[in-house]
């Protein structure tokens, strides 16, 4: 990543906090419209008899584009900057997310491809476009706020992950009327995830005019020579992220069915215990990252986190404490827990909400101990084209032994197999982020354990 040209007039001291707020709306649309399916799945099951495998492919039609996006994507950004990258992507999303709404109703015959040639074209746009405006965090914040920076576009990011999952309870008229009224919300704020890119490149544009804030950015591009010389650490790092994200994402993808067919919850009380996972992670997130700062002990983190993780799944399907929980709101997002909810999903919740901010806050951050500075973008790159093929086998795989259990309200019992290939790749995981801290124990440590780790010899 180069550095902005020196600029022969000051910037206000508030600009790029402008140019950070920007962003970061448009980053809670592009959240907001991927989440934003799965509190409509078990209304697709009704209008269309989606089948799990079908429900699982959706996600899969998604990685599939983002996976294309991380061997081809860096160029195009390098090419095009920032903020006319952030425009298409933005333009390339916001059509996904239309096409989504709509796709069943122009493809009657194909409903499910319909939606998932939508679900794709969301992908291209939604990755590219992460990548554009975290870059765009580097640019303007290196050197002064970055951790904070990064902290405050998560923060408003997973609001749209939150906000998705409590759409059966602010939107619940919607819901009402069908699968196509809450997915079309979501294009209205996929519209919105664009106007905000433009918003951003605008202040782009006047930056450079005023204050002469120019420079290319080199992004991340996978180096096919470098994968065979990363050392075992990293793989240990590698193997605890697709472990990991192939665990929490396809569970948010099944959780609201499995909630109400293996637990008998309605559709708005499934979406409410769901937003404890962004939930917790917006607010745990900079905390952890601040307590690694301070204190080190980042693969120990790590294998903690990641071991909260597995008990979670065996506690929903086994643990029947009998007690139900009362309404539990709070101010501007409304009802957090909805009446009846069972105190032990609220507690399986609650761990997995931890594991969602207490793994990635020190498990991205480490690759950059593991490995030098000239080949830290083929670390990433190849890291995040391994999460999502996993993620992408997941699904499918969740899918298709969901239909194979005929796993419904009818037949509870079939989610079990399910959800237990949740608790084993948890495990798996487990297992990863163990050999990390035993490797950081040992002579070849990289000072993931230290207060101030070290360069990478």
């Known amino acids: 990543m180069t550095e902005a040209a020196p600029s022969p007039r000051p910037q206000p001291a508030g ?17 907001y419209v991927f989440d934003a399916l799965y509190p409509v799945t078990p209304l697709l099951e009704k ?17 599939v584009a983002a996976l294309l996006t ?50 794709f074209v969301l992908g291209v746009g939604s990755e590219l476009f992460i990548v554009a405006a975290t870059t765009v965090v580097g640019r303007w914040f290196k050197g002064k706020e970055i951790s904070f920076a ?17 759409s059966p309870n602010f939107a619940g008229g919607l819901f009402e009327r069908g699968w196509q009224a809450p997915l079309l919300l979501a294009g209205v704020l996929g519209v919105a995830w664009f106007v905000f890119a433009v918003v951003y490149a605008g202040l782009e544009a006047n930056a450079a005019r005023r204050y002469g804030v120019k420079g290319t950015v080199s992004t991340d591009k996978l180096v096919l020579g470098d994968l065979v010389r990363f050392d075992r650490a990293y793989w240990w790092v590698v193997g605890l992220c697709v472990a990991f994200y192939a665990t929490i994402f396809p569970f948010r993808t099944f959780a609201n069915l499995f909630f109400i067919d293996y637990r008998g919850l309605s559709n708005e009380a499934a979406g409410s215990l769901k937003s404890v996972l962004p939930l917790l992670s917006m607010i745990g997130m900079p905390l952890f990252g601040l307590l690694a700062d301070r204190f080190g002990k980042r693969a120990l983190m790590m294998a903690a986190g990641s071991a909260l993780l ?58 950059t101990y593991l490995v030098p500075g000239t080949r830290l973008g083929s670390a990433y790159a190849l890291m995040t084209f391994c999460q999502q093929v996993g993620w992408a086998a997941m699904s499918w795989g969740m899918g298709k032994v969901k239909d194979v259990g005929h796993a419904s309200a009818a ?30 124990r040992g002579a070849g440590a990289h000072g993931l354990e230290d207060v101030t780790p070290g360069e990478h010899a």
């Open 310 to 367: 597995v008990p979670p799944f065996l506690l929903m399907l086994w643990w029947h404490t009998g007690v139900v929980l009362p309404e539990v709101r709070l101010p501007l997002l409304g009802t957090v827990l909805a009446a009846g909810t069972p105190l032990e999903l609220v507690l399986a919740m609650a761990m997995m909400g931890l594991a969602f901010a207490l793994v990635p806050a020190v498990l991205w951050p480490a690759v």
């Open 15 to 31: 600009y790029r906090w402008l140019v950070l707020l920007a962003c970061s709306v448009a980053m809670f649309g592009n959240y």
């Open 47 to 63: 209008a269309f008899g989606f089948t799990g495998e079908q429900v699982g492919l959706l996600d899969t039609a998604y990685n």
């Open 411 to 440: 037949a509870p019992g079939g989610w079990v197999p399910v959800v237990l290939m949740l608790a084993v790749l948890s495990s798996a995981g487990f297992v990863f982020s163990f050999l990390l801290w035993r490797s950081e």
């Open 150 to 166: 990064l902290a405050v576009q998560l923060l408003i990011a997973r609001f749209g992950s939150l906000a998705a999952d409590q």
């Open 70 to 119: 991380l061997l081809a994507g860096g160029v195009l950004i390098d090419r095009l900057g920032t903020a006319r990258s952030s425009v298409l992507f933005g333009a390339i999303g916001a059509a996904g997310t239309l096409l989504i709404a709509f796709g069943p109703v122009l493809t009657p015959g194909t409903p499910a491809l319909g939606m998932a040639a939508g679900r």
